[in-house]
Structure formats: C-alpha cells, structure tokens
C-alpha cells in the first residue's frame, strides 16, 4: 500500500533513509510509506549505487534530498549527518537497510570464507549501524523519543546455508541493536530490527538459491511471504509515537514463518515427491 491512503502517523517527523537503490528495494518502498504518512526525511547510499541505481527518480516523487555516503568511512558518514543537520536540524528515524557480501556474491562457501570479505561483510551489514547511531548521536541530531530501524534476516538465528557469512552479519546488527537500544532507552530513542522474510530485491535475488528459499518460505509461512510494501507499513508503526516503548527487539515480518514447523500441504508434496523418487 505504498502510494495509498495514509494515516497521517508521521506528520512533523524528520527522518535519514539508508539503502533505496531501485524501486524493488525495501528501502524505497519504505520511503514511499514514509512520504504517505507525512514525513519529511533525506535519501543516502554508497557513491557507487548514486551512480548506477535510480535514486533521483525517488527523490523527485518524494521531495527528498540525497546525500552520498560509504557506511563504511567514518569520515562520509561525519559529513553526511552535518548535511542532514543543515537540512534537517534534527531527526526523529532512521532507517538502516544496507546489506552486502563479496563472499554471497561470489558463492565461496562457508568453510572456505575469505576473511577479508568477511571483514567488509560485517563491516558494511552490521558495524555500519553502530557507526550511523553514534555519528549521528555525536552531531547531535538525534531527537529524544525517535526510533532507528534496522533490517534484518531469520539467518541470524538459524541456518541458511547459501546466505553464508551474512548469518553471522545479521546475528552482529542484531546485537548492535539491542546494546545501543540499552544506552538510548532513557532518552525514549528505540532500537529495533525488522526480521524480513525473503524478499524480491537487488541484494536478495543476488544470492544463489534465492528462489529456492524464497518458495520455501511462501509455502510454510501461514501468511505467506509478506511483500516490501507490507513491510514498509510496519516499519512505519515502529517510527511512529504509536510504539514509544517497543526497543531492542528483533521483530519478525514474516507471515509466520518463525514460529511454522511444517503444513499439510508441504507433507503431501514431500511424501509424493520422495514416492515418485523411490520409485525411479
Ligand atoms: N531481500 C531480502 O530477501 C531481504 C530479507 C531480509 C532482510 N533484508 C535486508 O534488507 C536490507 C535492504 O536490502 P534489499 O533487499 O532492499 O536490497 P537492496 O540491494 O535494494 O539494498 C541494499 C542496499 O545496501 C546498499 N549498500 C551496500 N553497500 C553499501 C555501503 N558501503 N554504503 C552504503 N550503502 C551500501 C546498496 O547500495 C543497496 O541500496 C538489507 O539489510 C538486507 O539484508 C533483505
């Protein structure tokens, strides 16, 4: 429901959104919701992804301004949270959706990790949100009783083998959350994350065995796999007053999936299938 009709549940708030790269990203879609509740926030992403994604075109439908950052140079995000100070004075969210590794992205197999990818993995998917709270903390923009939201993936808790090292990064942004949301909690600043279930995007799609999680998913989610808008409409919720004492949790968005164990459905398919299999 991204472009539908709002609630007003943002109005007056300010907010810095990470991660838009093209119009699948959760990211966007958020911004999209943002801009439906009435809320008044800057874009950043990495130089590169300014270069190549599509985030101008949001920009313009939102009113928003873009600023370049490299979560992973402190120096950029320094700069960006003057140039939100400028914009902005002050913010009331931020959105974390920033997630990358070179060794999903080159399928190298757990045992067999590069450990300097490893290092940009954490340090790009998970550290950055330490950085991004406390550089923004620092310039003293953050309002007291606002909400940072980070997403997040179930692989921090279980293992999906094909999401390799991006387990161990979402277990980290997981922890970070919860250890700043501690040090946060007496000026009524939240900090979550979201637990998204598999989802169509740059990033996600990226990852080899990605379609065969994403079904897997579907079919034993009770819901089903929520979409990146639905996903948005609750991460507005969570930036809202109608959440001020919801911290340091991880928060499934998943149809269900957590707490499934298995449905008929996928007994019946999996009998036939193993049948058909012993037969051959
Ligand atoms: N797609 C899924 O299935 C899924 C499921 C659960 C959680 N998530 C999480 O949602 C978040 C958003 O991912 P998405 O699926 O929308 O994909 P996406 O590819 O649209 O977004 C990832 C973003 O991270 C940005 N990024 C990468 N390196 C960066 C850097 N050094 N500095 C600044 N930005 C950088 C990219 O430019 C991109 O905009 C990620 O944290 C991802 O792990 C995704």
């Given at each position: 429901m991204?472009d539908g ?6 109005e007056?708030?300010k907010g ?8 699948r ?8 919701a ?11 992403n ?5 270069r190549?994604?599509?985030l ?16 992973t ?7 960006l ?9 002050s913010?009331d ?5 920033i997630g990358m590794?070179?060794n999903?992205r080159k ?6 990790l590069n450990y ?5 993995t ?7 949100l ?10 003293g ?30 277990a ?12 946060l909690?007496?000026r009524?600043?939240r900090v979550n994350t ?7 995007t ?15 998913a ?8 929520p979409s ?5 409409d609750?991460?507005v ?15 499934y968005?998943d149809?269900g ?24």
């Amino acid at each position: 429901m991204a472009d539908g009709q709002g609630y007003g549940l943002l109005e007056g708030k300010k907010g810095l959104i990470f991660g838009a790269l093209d119009d699948r990203s959760i990211a966007w879609r958020i911004a999209l919701a943002c801009n439906r509740e009435g809320a008044e926030f800057s874009l950043s992403n990495a130089p590169v992804a300014l270069r190549f994604g599509d985030l101008d075109e949001l920009s313009e439908i939102t009113g928003a301004e873009v600023f370049p950052c490299d979560v992973t140079k402190e120096d950029e995000i320094e700069e960006l949270m003057q140039n939100v100070k400028e914009e902005h004075g002050s913010i009331d969210f931020i959105l974390h959706a920033i997630g990358m590794s070179p060794n999903v992205r080159k399928n190298t197999g757990y045992e067999n990790l590069n450990y300097h990818w490893m290092q940009q993995t954490l340090d790009i998917s998970a550290v950055s949100l330490h950085k991004v709270i406390r550089y923004a903390d620092e310039a003293g923009i953050l309002n007291d009783g606002g909400s940072i939201v980070a997403l997040s993936y179930i692989g921090a808790q279980r293992i999906f083998s094909k999401y390799s090292d991006m387990n161990d990064a979402k277990a980290l942004l997981e922890s970070i959350a919860r250890n700043y949301g501690s040090r946060l909690a007496e000026r009524g600043i939240r900090v979550n994350t979201v637990s998204q279930a598999p989802t169509q995007t740059s990033a996600g799609t990226g990852i080899k065995g990605f379609d065969g999680m994403y079904t897997f998913a579907d079919k034993l989610a009770p819901m089903g796999n929520p979409s990146a808008d639905e996903c948005a409409d609750y991460c507005v919720t969570l930036f809202s007053d109608l959440t001020r004492k919801v911290t340091m949790q991880n928060l499934y968005h998943d149809g269900g999936f957590v707490t499934a164990g298995i449905n008929e459905e996928m007994i019946n398919d999996l009998a036939k299938l193993y049948s058909e299999r012993e037969e051959e």
